[in-house]
C-alpha cells in the first residue's frame, strides 16, 4: 500500500540535463562564499581564508531551459538585488570525507548558476551578528541553466565565466581563478556533511557584482556550458 500523507508532497525539485529527456533531482544547494580573490576583496575581504558556506533551499531553484528567457519576480524587502554568476558543480555520487584527489569522480555534471542576493538584508544581517538567510534563501534566488554531464562539459577548470546586464559586460574572469578550486571544494564541503546524490554545490562569483532593477536582463556562462538568461520581472 502507497503511503499517505496529510498534505499533498510538494513537488521534487529538480533542472534539466543536456542531451536528455530526464531530469536531475535536486537534493541541497551548498553555496561557497568569496571563493575568488578579487571578489573577496571587493567585499572587504584579502587572502586565503578557510572556505565557508552557506545554503539555499532545493525549491529556490529556478530552472532556466537552454535557450530560453526565463522571469524571476523581484523578491520583496528589498531595494539592492544583486546579481553573483556562479559555476554549479552538480553532485552523483554521494560520500563524506572524500579525499582531493577523488573528489571529481563524484561530480555528475556542470551548469551556470545565479546566486541572487538581497545585498541590503544580507548587509543589515551582518552588521547585528544574525544568520543571513533572509539574504539568500528566498524564492527564486537560484537560477540555475541546463546541467551538463561531465564528459560532455570539457575543460571546466580553465573555462571563462561572465556575465552581462542588458548586453553589458558586468562579470568577466575565469574559474582557474577560484581560491578553493572544484576538487578542494567538494573534499572540504564533504568533511561537514554527507554528500548525496542531488546535490547542488554553487562554487562562488568573481569580481563584477552589483544591483539589478525591474526589466533587466542577465545572460550568463561559463565556456563549455549552457549559458543562462534571466528576466528580472
Known sequence: MSQQYVLPPAPVASLPVTGSDALF???RVYCVGRNYAEHAKEMGFTGREAPFFFMKPADAVLPVPAGQTVDMPYPTLTDNLHHEIELVVAIGKGGKDIPVAQALEHIYGYAVGLDMTRRDLQGEMKKQGRPWCIGKGFDYSAPIGPITPVAQAGDVATAGIWLQVNDVDRQRSNVDQLIWNIAETVAILSQAWELQPG????????????????????????????SIRVRVA
Open 25 to 27: 533531482p535536486v537534493h
Open 199 to 226: 546535490d547542488l554545490i554553487m562554487t562562488g562569483t568573481p569580481e563584477g557584482v552589483g544591483a539589478v532593477v525591474r526589466g533587466d536582463v542577465m545572460a550568463g556562462g561559463v565556456d563549455g556550458l549552457e
